[in-house]
Nanobody
Framework: VQLVESGGGLVQPGGSLRLSCAAS????????MSWYRQVPGKGRELVAT????????NYADSVKGRFTISRDNAKNTVYLQMNSLKPEDTAVYYC??????WGQGTRVTVSS
């Protein structure tokens, strides 16, 4: 199993980023996928989850209405579209398969 995140970077408050997580080594379309984030010194926070077919999603209250999780099962990729970013969204973002397999993370910094 391999999960590789990309798309992080530095963005100004109010800006947008789209994170991608490319999956390999397993039957991607069979699994629920999630995005978590972690700030140094704190535990990982669940950000969003999407069902295997992509027909249902859930979000942390802190990102509802601003972030959108989606997936392309033909490309074995899950995305996190992040809009109206705030400084408190600054973190390392990870994708995970059921909290067992994790990517290396991609850093998002929201700062002016």
């Amino acid at each position: 199993v391999q999960l590789v995140e990309s798309g992080g970077g530095l963005v100004q408050p109010g800006g947008s980023l789209r994170l991608s997580c490319a999956a390999s080594g397993f039957a991607f379309s069979n699994y629920v996928m999630s995005w978590y984030r972690q700030v140094p010194g704190k535990g990982r926070e669940l950000v969003a989850t999407i069902t295997s077919a992509g027909d249902s999603t859930n979000y942390a209250d802190s990102v509802k209405g601003r972030f959108t999780i989606s997936r392309d099962n033909a490309k074995n990729t899950v995305y996190l579209q992040m809009n109206s970013l705030k400084p408190e969204d600054t973190a390392v973002y990870y994708c995970t398969r059921r909290g067992i397999f994790w990517g290396q993370g991609t850093r998002v910094t929201v700062s002016s």
